[in-house]
Nanobody, 126 residues
């Protein structure tokens, strides 16, 4: 019954911007830690960004800090990821996640989450 659906991916050139969106059903995101992850072909899934305590805290991987911004719209039960200054190394399938409240980033750093979306492809050409 819980479903997370990502959208907004696409093919862009280096330096362009994209905004990803994740719509949740079957759960209220304001009661969960939310985050974004990505996985490139042949590589393990990696943490990208987290929004904890209903948006009270945010955390980013070093590779995206200063370029990506995670946000919430609790009224629409969505979480977004604004991606600016995209680089070819950002190419991956991006996944939305929702997790039980623990310490911000604790489980996400271990690539652990209660719920995952199906992913949306982001491709950045050089």
């Amino acid at each position: 019954q819980v479903r997370l659906v990502e959208s907004g991916g696409g093919l862009v050139q280096a330096g362009d911007s994209l905004r990803l969106s994740c719509v949740a059903s079957g759960l209220t995101l304001s009661a969960y830690e939310t985050g974004w992850f990505r996985q490139a072909p042949g590589k393990e899934r990696e943490f990208v960004a987290a929004s904890c305590w209903s948006g009270g805290l945010t955390y980013y991987s070093d590779s995206v800090k200063g370029r990506f911004t995670i946000s919430r719209d609790n009224a629409k039960n969505t979480v977004g990821l604004q991606m600016n200054s995209l680089k070819p190394e950002d190419t991956a399938v991006y996944y939305c996640a929702a997790d039980r409240r623990v310490s911000c980033g604790l489980r996400f750093k271990k690539i652990m989450s209660d719920y995952w979306g199906q992913g949306t492809q982001v491709t950045v050409s050089s």
